[in-house]
């Protein structure tokens, strides 16, 4: 009897696939993956934390709207916002406008800013069948004072949950879909340590598109691909250069072109460590499968999940500290500050940040884009400066 062959899936392929979905706007996945059972729900999401957990043990799709990026015109979107705020309120209005969201059955607004926040105003108004939520998070993470505020805060996105899908959220349910994510969870922190210690086999232009995937897929999917490109990468044969190690940083809502991701690492950086989607890196390692698994989803936001721009901390002798680890957990020698326009969370500490840096003798540049930038040569030429500059003159 004939052994059967495995399929050995490339590189080439699992990445062809993921920029076939971050260039699809209509979200082909989604809509197909909704119609194909009677009764499942998609609950859209703005780019930064959201208990994806909940949604799943709901029947749901998680759907991570992003933004339209460089692809998307934004005509209709410019008439709802000012201009001197980041493009992707507009952009995300320019997606409901042109129906190209009209299948989401929910959609959710973490706590990142004010715009966001508002922006959860802005969709009620303009799509009153659609359910939407501004999904708000403690400031205060002593447990009986913000544990107890998360706790109603899930409770009450769970009964909206239910309501939409026409089922219960049960407790089973809630941690079968924990142990999905607690999987998922740790295979992206297999990729992100893959890369740290290998950049050259795992260029960051595919590892974002390897993530952006997981915004779009199921997650029983997305974990078989990251699987499978953890395989594939590991095996690819590819030339090592000597490029500087850098972590790029403020760029956890509005998402940067990917030919900035490309820019960079082009003139002469690796990046190996990003703040681009922190949404599938929040725990900071699994969330306990024992006891109410609402309480446990508290418990891992208040006492185990990732710093940011957009999170309040609470100890001053703190700040910037996570960023200074990421840096020598990563063997990085510089941190590229990327920031979208008008970003006031990420904008106004970034100065803060910047002071913790140099006190420990971190070198770091900074500069701002939307996403839609196009032109990438000044990117470029400021990026290779700097890793030019950290070859030379940055102590051995």
């Given at each position: ?31 197909e993956w ?9 609950v ?14 709901a029947?749901g ?5 992003l933004?339209?990026g460089?692809?998307l ?5 410019d008439?709802?916002?000012q201009s001197?705020?980041c493009?992707?309120p507009?952009?995300t209005?320019?997606?409901g406008v ?9 959609m ?6 004010d ?5 959860s105003?802005?969709w009620?108004?303009m799509f009153p069948?659609v359910?939407?939520r501004?999904?708000?998070v403690?400031?205060n ?6 544990g ?5 805060e899930?409770?009450?996105l ?19 879909s ?5 999987e ?6 297999e990729?992100y ?18 993530m ?17 490109y ?5 095996a ?6 000597d ?12 998402q940067?072109?990917?030919n ?5 690492e082009?003139s002469?950086c ?14 900071q390692?699994?969330?306990s499968?024992?006891?109410?698994p ?6 891992a936001?208040l006492?185990?999940?990732?710093n940011?721009s957009?999170?309040?901390e609470?100890?001053?002798a703190q ?5 200074v680890?990421?840096?020598?957990r990563?063997?990085a020698?510089?941190?590229?500050f ?15 940040l910047?002071?913790v840096l140099?006190a420990?003798d971190i ?10 930038s196009?032109?990438m ?9 700097f ?9 051995p």
């Amino acid at each position: 009897m004939s052994t059967p062959v495995t399929e050995i899936i490339t590189v080439t392929e699992i990445i062809a696939r993921c920029q076939a979905l971050f260039d699809d706007l209509n979200f082909t996945y989604a809509r197909e993956w909704k119609a194909a059972v009677p009764g499942r729900i998609v609950v859209g999401y703005m780019p930064f934390y959201v208990p994806r957990e909940l949604i799943h043990a709901a029947g749901g799709l998680p759907l991570g709207v992003l933004g339209g990026g460089e692809q998307l015109e934004v005509i209709q979107g410019d008439a709802y916002y000012q201009s001197y705020i980041c493009r992707i309120p507009r952009s995300t209005i320019e997606l409901g406008v042109t129906n190209r969201l009209d299948f989401v059955d929910a959609m959710l607004f973490p706590s990142i800013c004010d715009v966001i926040r508002n922006l959860s105003g802005m969709w009620k108004i303009m799509f009153p069948k659609v359910r939407s939520r501004y999904f708000d998070v403690p400031q205060n993470f002593s447990d009986g004072v913000g544990g107890t505020f998360y706790i109603h805060e899930l409770t009450e996105l769970r009964e909206m949950l239910a309501e939409a899908s026409g089922r219960a959220v049960t407790d089973a349910a809630i941690r079968a879909s924990i142990a999905l994510y607690n999987e998922n969870r740790a295979l992206v922190r297999e990729v992100y340590a893959f890369r740290a210690r290998q950049p050259w086999k795992a260029p960051s232009a595919e590892v974002y598109l390897l993530m952006r995937a997981g915004m779009v897929l199921a997650v029983e999917e997305h974990s078989r691909m990251l699987r499978e490109y953890l395989d594939a990468a590991a095996a690819a044969d590819r030339p090592r250069r000597d490029n500087s190690r850098v972590v790029v940083t403020g760029a956890f809502c509005e998402q940067p072109p990917l030919n900035l991701i490309k820019s960079i690492e082009l003139s002469g950086c690796y990046i190996v460590d990003d703040d681009f989607m922190l949404v599938n890196r929040w725990e900071q390692s699994d969330v306990s499968l024992d006891g109410d698994p609402v309480a446990n989803l508290a418990q891992a936001y208040l006492h185990n999940s990732a710093n940011t721009s957009a999170k309040y901390e609470p100890d001053p002798a703190q700040k910037g500290l996570y960023l200074v680890a990421a840096v020598k957990r990563t063997r990085a020698e510089g941190v590229i500050f990327a920031s979208p326009s008008f970003c006031d969370p990420a904008l106004l500490e970034r100065p803060m940040l910047q002071r913790v840096l140099a006190a420990h003798d971190i070198p770091f540049i900074a500069f701002k884009y939307a996403e839609n930038s196009g032109q990438m040569q000044p990117i470029r030429e400021q990026a290779g400066t700097f890793a030019d500059s950290i070859k030379l003159w940055s102590t051995p």
